[in-house]
């Protein structure tokens, strides 16, 4: 299923081409797509640092130039060699994911996500990497009362997980080492990103697990009314706008949302993928999370389309049947590494 690896725009499909590229999470979602599209993008080296708490081996490409190192960001030795290859660019993807395992252990999460980013921007700026780019979420530090569409220029302090907290952290250490060190970092802010290579499980997100769900027959929770949204973004176009953030000149200190500007009602995801998977068992509703607070999301994408020239070209529908191809590919390892 396209991704659409190769990007659009004639200077970023150059500017990675014999670079040496830093893919923290690189077994996620994001990360092993990201990496595909860096190696057919001609990077001569690519180095992954992820521990697998939320990824699996096999999500990554197989490729002589990619060197895997199984580990967290919180080992100094492990950062160390990983920075010892002097990446060009670092693509700060690992996180202790996501809200509710952060409320269950907020520790952990300020551990990874708060620490762990210190330490990767402190490595960053030691090896004089030209670009880091760090990702987000805009699903965090916006907050449940920001008026849509959701603006890089409103960010609020009442928070509702360790997660979205340590999120908004991570922010404040990448200006931090821009604005005093000059360490150029662009926050990329991601909004509930889905498509192949996310494996169901508790923490994950709403689309994979509806998926995995529905193939065996279940009815889809809802937790609320259903009538809530979110701006649910294929990672195809993910991937366009981080490989933009990457090497593009004058953002360097920018946030940039990236997604695809679009409310998606929960209710409606729920029907469209049983109505792909042939699920006759319906919809079941249950109790929303306590920390559940937001109700709509939609982010403003004007900047990312000033800045970037970034357009998402995936609408959900295509989105989803690209997903449920993934799921049907790899069905036997989808089945033994759902974590719920």
């Given amino acids: 299923m396209p991704l659409g690896p190769q990007s659009t725009h004639p200077q970023v499909a150059t500017a990675y081409r014999g670079r040496t590229v830093l893919v923290t999470g690189g077994a996620g979602c994001i990360g ?12 001569q080296r690519l180095v992954v640092l992820d521990d697998l708490s939320a990824a699996e081996p096999w999500n990554l490409p ?30 700060h993807l690992a996180a202790f994911f996501a809200n509710q395992n952060s409320v269950e252990h907020p520790e952990s999460d300020l551990q990874v996500n708060g620490l762990g980013t210190l330490r990767l921007l402190e490595a960053a700026r030691a090896a004089g990497v030209e670009r880091v780019v760090y990702a987000s979420s805009g699903c965090s530090v916006y907050g449940s009362q920001a008026p849509l569409p959701l603006r890089e220029d409103f960010v609020s302090l009442n928070l509702d997980t360790p997660y979205q907290i340590t999120k908004l952290l991570g922010e404040l250490y990448a200006n931090f080492f821009h604005n005093y060190h000059g360490l150029p970092v662009v926050r990329a802010r991601l909004f509930n990103v889905y498509g192949p290579g996310e494996v169901p499980g ?139």
Wanted: charged share 25%; hydrophobic share 40%.
């Fill in 32 to 43: 092993s797509n990201l990496c595909r599209a860096l190696l057919e993008a001609g990077v």
């Fill in 62 to 91: 197989e490729d002589e130039r990619l060197t895997f190192l199984q580990g967290t960001i919180l080992d100094p030795d492990l950062l160390q060699r990983a920075f010892a290859a002097r990446p060009a660019f670092v693509f």
């Fill in 202 to 340: 508790r923490y994950r997100n709403v689309i994979p697990n509806f998926i995995y769900w529905a193939q065996r027959g279940q009815p889809l929770p809802i937790t609320g009314t259903g009538e809530e949204t979110r701006d649910f973004t294929y990672v195809g176009d993910i991937l366009e706008g981080l490989l933009r953030c990457g090497v593009l000149p004058g953002i360097a200190g920018q946030a940039i949302n990236l997604a695809s500007g679009v409310e998606t009602r929960v209710l409606d995801l729920a029907q469209q993928v049983n109505a792909l998977t042939g699920n006759r068992a319906g919809l079941r509703h249950t109790q929303r999370r306590r920390w559940d607070t937001h109700s709509r999301r939609r982010a403003a994408i004007d900047k990312a389309r000033q800045l970037l020239g970034y357009q998402p070209r995936t609408d959900f529908a295509t989105g989803l049947r690209h997903t449920l191809a993934w799921f049907q590919n790899h069905h036997k390892e989808i089945e033994q590494a759902a974590r719920f």
